[in-house]
């Protein structure tokens, strides 16, 4: 069915080149691949007279290729700037500098309570690994498509519509993987000597934790966005979103630096959860059967926050408006 | 003179323009009072926590932060939106368009990319500079207070035009431009009083993208401070720095301009 509108979107291309954000380009090329000469990953249909697959596995494994098409469009397209790559590698290293420099003359006024510098350090370090692929900034993606129009083609394609959003998003976050946040774990592990994870089990733990914290952060952000179905503007959602994960989340500044009644208020909302409390289990400040309570704080939330989102989506959906783009 | 009229005018419209969408306009005044109310308040809580930093104390540097914030604002309420469209301008022939008006080319991408949102940011710095200044129990005379506001008008120069030489390779390159991605990486962390920084970075901050000009050199001389690394003349060099970045920006424009070649659309 997809073959419908693929030569509509392979003509579209070449004018889109340039011209607009990485990941909606990445979206229409995908679908333009298999007309175009560009294979990466060979397509299901393949294998479909030899074996006959299940329709599921055949739908998961379509949708796995379409992923990996996605992600290496994003990189293909990307790797076409290399000065680009470098600057961002330089500036990346040029912030671990600077940030090391600051918290060092924050240190030196002796007055850092039950931390240490070196903890500080790993808890930027890992925590920048972690805002990679877990912040998202669909709240733009949703807002220009719906401003665009582009929404209406974006949701008759042959995969959900939040789909292509979180392969839009990965495609980004492994680019940013590549360019800032592995460059600075390397840096930082040689010259700064970060923390390893506490334990092997603390690290098992923290991977999971850290998953968990991604979906959470993925529908907090998915419940924000959904705001421009209604206000018909979008660039200020990113704020209140970022401004909310600053204040409560720790993205800024740890939560153990925090005065304690602003503790105490961020411990009851879920955005702690999302960032701050799988680096929690890393360093080994939660522990024993807390991690349990942990695990179980955040797979609540989760089961909560995505009614939340599953609800206002069918309402959003009747909602679109599109301004005959 | 007709050219400066033409320039208010566009920009009165620009604000009538928003202000017909009044929802999403205040929408978005909130979102970024919001959002760097909290990051003053993390800035405060940090410096909070361990008493000071480099000898500043918290409302010091809230004073600083928002010097630094204002100037920042003010000048990119003219050249963000600009800088934002500069990989475009050449493809989809804004720039033609700005050829062929009857005001300066570069006066009026600056008009028409005018950002009616840094508003927020005016009133949001307006309001912690009040704050800080009656918590550090300041009393200046006549000239201190002058000098604050010659500050944040070279602030707000050094701002936009390192905004713009930063960026305008991108008129050129047709994509993001490299020493944009460092621009807008580093700006933050000169924020906070420069001298904690290594050598190699407070000579960035000071030679390559003046920041130091900003907000932390010239603030020293309001309260008193001297950082015991710089000369003592730093201090008074921010005016000097603006009008050369002035003179830089007209270059790289005059360059570009000579070098550029329409798309055609």
Known sequence: MSGIFLQEVDDMTEEALGTEPVAFQVNKFCLADQNADLHIMPYMPLFEGVFKLPTQLNLMLNALNLYCIIISKGIQQFATYRTNIFARIVSALFMLGARYALWIALFATGNAGGTTLTETMTYFVIMDILMVWTTSNLGERIGSDIQSGDISLALIRPMTYHFQLLSGSHSGAVIHTLTGSLPILIVASVFIGILPPVSTGAFAVFILSAVLGGIIYIFIDLIISYTAFWLMDYWYIGWYKRALFTLFGGTALPLWFYPEWLRNISSVLPFQLALFTPLEVYLGRIYGADILFTLGMQAIWIVLLFSIERFIWSRAQNKIVVQGG | ?265
């Open chain 2, 1 to 265: 003179m007709h050219s400066f009229r033409v320039f208010l005018t566009i920009v009165k419209h620009l604000f009538r323009a928003r202000f017909e969408y009044p929802g999403s306009f205040i929408s978005g005044i909130i979102a970024q009072w919001i959002s760097y109310g909290i990051s003053m308040v993390m800035l405060f809580l940090m410096i909070w926590n361990f008493g000071s930093l480099a000898g500043w104390m918290p409302f010091e540097i809230i004073f600083m932060y928002a010097v630094w914030l204002l100037s920042y604002a003010l000048g990119a309420s003219f050249t963000f939106n600009l800088c934002l469209s500069f990989p475009q301008i050449a493809i989809n022939g804004t720039l033609d368009e700005a050829y062929t008006r009857p005001i300066p080319p570069f006066l009026y991408l600056l008009a028409t990319t005018y950002n009616t949102g840094y508003i927020s940011h005016v009133i949001l710095t307006i309001i912690a500079l009040a704050v800080s200044i009656i918590q550090l129990g300041i009393s200046w005379t006549a000239l201190q207070w002058l000098w604050l506001l010659l500050i944040i008008v070279c602030g707000s120069v050094i701002n936009a035009c390192m905004m713009l030489i930063c960026d305008m390779p991108a008129i050129r390159t047709r994509s993001e431009s490299p020493t944009g991605i460092f621009f807008w990486q580093v700006r933050e962390f000169t924020q906070y009083p420069i001298t904690i920084y290594p050598r190699a970075i407070l000579f960035v901050f000071t030679a390559i993208l003046p920041f130091g000009f900003v907000s932390f050199y010239p603030i020293q001389v309001l309260l008193g401070k001297a950082d015991g690394i710089m000369p003592q003349l730093t201090m008074w060099l921010s005016p000097v720095v603006a009008v050369l970045l002035v003179g830089v920006t007209m270059l790289c424009w005059k360059y570009l301009s000579r070098e550029y070649e329409s798309a055609g659309t």
